[in-house]
């Protein structure tokens, strides 16, 4: 009988601790840790009409969507389910043509103002002595990273990076800014093969 008497107050003695000990608080949503490796680059093969570095953790692939043209093709990086589009035009010296292009690519990238919190657009000088349009988009947008570049006679290259995943921006950040760094260091490569 003594010990059914004191159950009932050890059980009331440990309940009546501290608020916390009994309040119930849900860890926030975790997301899974990305190691990074080093960024480590190697020329692109030499069948294009241009040339750069891209990192060896990458995968070349052709452009296979139905409207693609010669010399489009994607960096891809399948640990990360990303890809890096790029589009390549010659533009034939011929300034209209040129016109057009740099209208289609700032359209596609206004096309994520409705998503976007941000659009912020740079103009980086290459080592080249090029400049290439650099725009970075913040917000649930599908591209997160954009550029354009061209030497306004013969040669037009837009890229854009991709992610073939329905995780949210924010959690990904780590990875744009990784393969950000990659865009960087293929602009800062980039050369036109006449």
């Known amino acids: ?17 501290s ?20 960024h480590q680059y190697v020329p692109l093969p030499p069948v294009h009409p241009y040339q750069f570095e891209y ?28 890809s ?22 700032y359209k596609l990238a206004a096309r994520h103002n409705i998503k976007a919190y941000s659009i912020e657009q740079r103009t980086i000088r290459l080592k080249s002595g090029l400049e290439a349009s650099l725009i970075d988009l913040s917000g649930e947008v599908p591209s997160q990273v954009q550029f354009v570049v061209t030497d306004s006679t013969k040669h037009f290259l837009r890229g854009a990076l991709y992610f073939n995943t329905a995780t ?3 959690s990904l950040q780590p990875v744009i800014q990784y393969i950000r760094k990659d865009v960087l260091h293929l602009l800062q490569t980039l050369k036109w093969r006449n």
């Not at 009932?8 to 601790?17: E, N, Y």
């Not at 890096?84 to 690519?105: H, I």
Request: aromatic share 12%; with cysteine.
């Open 1 to 17: 009988m003594m010990r059914i008497f004191l159950f009932p107050v050890v059980l009331l003695l440990t309940a009546c601790g």
């Open 55 to 82: 990192n060896k953790i990458a995968q070349l692939r052709p452009d296979s969507f139905a409207r693609s043209e010669p010399h489009w093709i994607f960096i891809h990086y399948p640990k990360f389910q990303a």
């Open 168 to 170: 949210q921006n924010d």
């Open 84 to 105: 890096v589009q790029l589009t390549y035009k010659p533009v034939g010296n011929d300034e209209n043509r040129l016109r057009a292009m740099l209208e289609d690519s």
């Open 19 to 38: 608020e916390s000990a009994t309040t119930y608080i849900p860890k926030p949503k975790g997301y899974p840790r990305l190691d990074l490796p080093a």
